[in-house]
């Protein structure tokens, strides 16, 4: 247990995510290791019984993680090997990323998507777009896709910026320079 009750913390979230909106997080997630992202104190706002220290965020974080299949847990061992005189680096993965494994294909295509968006005057297009639909002005990001906080704010921004980009695309064309998969095509599913 280390220490930090996280058996305790984990029948809580459980508990709640299922009296909230029936979901059975242990039916529908892989446990794997992530760091405390600030995804996690915002999701712990909807658990009232939830302290916000260190170890509750990091099994919140951890069940945002899980829910996304955004990352695999990996052990990495260093060891000497006598016959090459060398060390060696052994990576295994430990649990595979989460069931909805249309989740890292979705933060896939929405980090190329917000890319695309960020790059060059598309992105001061895009703001002024935003500004004729009367849209909050929100930058497209690109971060790196294992960061949770990062997926759930590259989330809420594309599920803001749906429209916008939409309209975008309308006007230069952008599905025939930039396809979007099935996976990608209904934002308002997330």
Aim: proline fraction near 4%.
């Amino acid at each position: 247990m280390d220490g930090h009750e996280a058996a305790l913390v984990a029948n809580m979230i459980e508990k709640r995510l299922t009296e909230v909106s029936g979901i059975v997080i242990m039916e529908i997630a892989n446990w794997v290791m992530s760091d405390t992202a600030p995804a996690a104190r915002a999701a712990a706002k909807h658990f009232p019984e939830l302290d916000q220290e260190d170890c509750a965020m990091h099994m919140t974080n951890l069940c945002i993680s899980y829910g996304l299949g955004v990352r695999d847990n990996t052990s990495t061992k260093t060891s000497y090997n006598l016959k090459t005189r060398s060390r060696q680096t052994i990576t295994k993965t430990t649990t595979p990323s989460g069931d909805f494994e249309e989740g890292k294909e979705v933060i896939g295509q929405l980090r190329a998507l917000n890319k695309y968006f960020s790059a060059g005057n598309r992105g001061s297009h895009l703001t002024r777009v935003q500004s004729a639909l009367s849209r909050p002005e929100l930058v497209s990001i690109v971060y790196p896709e294992t960061r949770v906080a990062v997926c759930c704010k590259l989330l809420c921004c594309s599920i803001i910026n749906n429209n916008v980009m939409a309209a975008f695309s309308r006007v230069i064309k952008l599905r025939t320079h930039f396809p979007v998969s099935p996976a990608m095509s209904d934002i308002s599913r997330l």
